[in-house]
């Protein structure tokens, strides 16, 4: 199985590379439009800044590409925020994938929303055999809002949603490399897909 995981000058790929290693897949890291195009399956893993971010993946095609792929996608955390129409985060234009507002948590508890918390109302392939309210681990100040596309929510300051799915787009606000158990299950889930 062909793994790409999306090059785009920022971001965890370290620590989602050791976990996928973990569970016997050697990923390609890449921002080339063809080599993303040829894989099985693709990841779009995310930390970092949303307009610079977009920015990278404008110049070298990659924006024009992942709306077009065909094969499961996976976004991780900002690439959760950048599959979504647009962010708060300097005003950001997003691809547009999920038509979801990506949204600023207001100032009135601690922000940015860091460390475990639990997913509810779980739905589809991506949450098989994870039970309801098991605990996953965040680090953001942005949130996509609850949707059509939401198969799991959280709740920090209000409902927001932990995962959106579309067709064969899946993201995820939460960091499943860095969720022990149950993080290694929804990536075992997305490689089965």
């Known amino acids: 199985m062909k793994v790409v995981m999306i090059e785009y000058n920022a971001g965890n790929n370290h620590s989602v590379r050791l976990a996928l290693q973990r569970l016997g897949v050697e990923p390609i890291i890449s921002a080339d439009p063809e080599v993303i195009k040829s894989a ?7 930390v970092g800044e949303a307009s610079s971010a977009m920015q990278f993946i404008r110049a070298n095609g990659v924006a024009d590409l992942l709306p077009t792929l065909r094969q499961p996608t996976l976004g991780i955390c900002l690439g959760l925020q950048l599959m979504c129409r647009n962010s708060e985060e300097n ?3 997003c691809l547009g994938i999920f038509e979801v507002a990506v949204k600023k948590f207001p100032p009135r508890d601690k922000v940015p929303h860091m460390g475990w918390n639990t997913l509810n109302q ?14 996953v681990y965040f680090v953001h100040s942005y949130y996509a809002e609850l ?29 499943p490399e860095k969720s022990g158990a149950v993080g290694e299950q929804i990536l075992r889930n997305f490689l089965r897909l």
């Open 91 to 93: 005003n950001t234009n």
């Open 40 to 46: 099985d399956k693709v990841i779009f893993p995310g």
């Open 122 to 135: 779980l739905r589809g392939e991506l949450f098989r055999d994870v039970p309801e309210s098991a605990y």
């Open 147 to 175: 949707s059509e596309f939401s198969v799991a929510q959280t709740e920090y300051i209000f409902p927001f949603s932990a995962a959106l799915q579309k067709d064969n787009f899946f993201s995820v606000q939460f960091h």
